[in-house]
């Protein structure tokens, strides 16, 4: 996503050596995704999935979305 | 002793050639207060070996502060995935990484170097479009282990 627009920057955090991140953003379970602070992505997702959540307080403002239980 | 097997050298050096495009990485580093600085150094010192397209240049983060600001990193061991274009001309990925590229990180920096490289990107035509289409600053943190 990041590689699509220069607008977007794109971390790949290794959890157990930031533990104040991952203690930061309630990480419990990976993967997990944060984007701009405000939404939530936990597991992986179809891309289509992945994309409309990631992207979803940028068009509306969606406080946190998790993902349906697997 | 290198971390990857012949077997694993083999495969990454038959992917990396079908690079069209050169990538640097940048591996913001310190000599003191980073335990993890060390194992990711040895991993990227066998990257280059097995492709003349990838290139990695250390940066001092102590010493460093204004390219450490550039590129948004606050924290070691960390890399920027650049890629360069026929002119030599530096294109930021806006792809990083924060901690030792272990384990599925590994296997994430190995695809982050394709798709800089060259490779097409996996995202079907509709979500490149809707992921086009964001006109402000995004962070996006992917939070993983090595296991």
Redesign the interface.
């Known amino acids: 996503?990041?590689?699509?627009?220069?607008?977007?920057?794109?971390?790949?955090?290794?959890?157990?050596?930031?533990p104040d991140?991952?203690r930061k953003?309630h990480?419990s379970g990976?993967?997990?995704?944060?984007?701009?602070?405000e939404v939530e992505i936990l597991g992986g997702l179809p891309?289509?999935a992945f994309?409309q959540q990631?992207?979803s307080t940028?068009t509306s403002q969606v406080s946190t979305l998790t993902p349906p239980e697997s | 002793m290198p971390l990857l097997s012949p077997a694993d050298q083999d495969k990454l050096r038959e992917s990396f050639a079908e690079m069209t495009r050169s990538v640097r990485l940048l591996f913001f580093t310190q000599t003191l207060d980073c335990?993890?600085c060390p194992e990711t150094r040895q991993i990227l010192d066998e990257l280059p070996a097995l492709s003349d397209r990838v290139a990695v240049e250390d940066v001092n983060f102590v010493l460093d502060k204004d390219k450490a600001q550039q590129y948004?990193i606050d924290?070691v061991p960390a890399i920027a995935v650049l890629g360069l274009d026929e002119s030599s001309q530096v294109h930021d990925?806006?792809?990083?990484?924060?901690?030792?590229?272990?384990g599925y990180?590994f296997i994430?920096?190995v695809q982050a170097i394709l798709?800089?490289g060259g490779r097409e990107?996996?995202?079907?035509e509709e979500?490149?479009q809707?992921?086009?289409a964001?006109?402000?600053?995004?962070?996006?943190?992917?939070?993983?282990?090595?296991t």
């Not at chain 1, 699509?4 to 959890?15: G, K, L, S």
């Not at chain 1, 990976?30 to 602070?37: E, F, S």
Request: proline share 6%; aromatic share 8%.
């Open positions: 996503m990041a590689f699509a627009n220069p607008n977007i920057t794109a971390f790949a955090v290794e959890a157990t050596e930031f991140l991952a953003y990480v990976v993967p997990k995704t944060v984007v701009n602070d891309q289509d994309i990631a992207l940028l | 335990e993890t948004a924290r990925s806006r792809i990083r990484f924060l901690g030792a590229p272990a990180e994430s920096l798709l800089v990107s996996i995202l079907t979500n490149r809707r992921v086009a964001v006109d402000k600053p995004v962070t996006m943190q992917v939070f993983t282990t090595p």
